[in-house]
């Protein structure tokens, strides 16, 4: 079964550094997502793209964001300068016109 | 806001009893998803329902949706303490939109 793949699992980063998450989406689907939770928090979207741009993003999605596909099958969160409160599992999903599926996540731990 | 809210936040049952968690939104939907999450983990799709839909069964979740009411239930029945986990409901607005996720039911099954 298709699935959406995100490396890595797990990244521990300096507060300040640049951070890219990567994901493979579903290779057939059209929209592309990233979300982000907070430990013990609920899922919160941050963008999404389509057509090689970003359709939608979130009050959470400052200046500090960006979202790239660079090939036909990645697409890349980046988070430039991070900051403490950057600290959550980031997922990634991609969708059909009906389901969306996520990733298993990438926990980014900022110290 | 679309986002949702479930009930109850918490959930603890014996095995082999059910298990019903609630789900209600805030506008117009194009699809309901229910997500299974295990602690610090990734999101699992378990179930999806249409806006013309009312009720749908997969093994043993069952999924119901009233949209005059906004609201969504999903029934895990014989629960296992495997099925221990945070429960999600992710609303769409319309086809290709972004999903907003609730604020999740966390369930105990114990054995």
């Known amino acids: 079964e298709p699935e959406v793949t995100q490396t890595p699992s797990h990244q521990v980063t300096q507060m300040g550094q640049e951070v890219i998450l990567r994901c493979v989406p579903i290779?057939?689907?059209?929209?592309f997502y990233w979300y982000r939770q907070i430990l013990g928090q609920k899922v919160e979207f941050l963008v999404s793209f389509y057509n090689n741009e970003i359709s939608e993003k979130s009050e959470i999605f400052d200046d500090q964001f960006s979202v790239e596909r660079p090939d036909g099958s990645n697409f890349t969160l980046k988070i430039r300068s991070t900051k403490l409160e950057d600290s959550a599992m980031y997922f990634c999903?991609?969708?059909?016109?009906?389901?969306?599926?996520f990733g298993q996540g990438t926990r980014l731990t900022v110290v | 806001s679309q986002q949702g809210e479930e009930d109850p936040q918490a959930l603890s049952i014996q095995e082999g009893e059910n298990a019903t968690m609630n789900c209600s939104y805030k506008?117009?939907?194009?699809?309901l998803q229910w997500y299974r999450q295990n602690s610090g983990r990734g999101l699992v799709h378990l179930i999806l329902i249409r806006s013309n839909e009312r009720e749908k069964h997969s093994g043993r979740l069952r999924v119901t949706l009233d949209t005059s009411k906004k609201s969504s239930s999903l029934l895990i029945t014989a629960s296992r303490a495997a099925d221990t986990a945070s429960y999600f409901c992710?609303?769409?607005?319309?086809?290709?939109?972004?999903?907003?996720f609730g604020t999740g039911t966390s369930l105990t099954v114990i054995p």
């Open positions: 999903a991609s969708r059909t016109w009906t389901e969306a599926f």
């Open positions: 992710a609303t769409d607005a319309r086809a290709g939109n972004q999903f907003y």
């Open positions: 506008t117009s939907i194009n699809n």
């Open positions: 290779s057939n689907h059209l929209y």
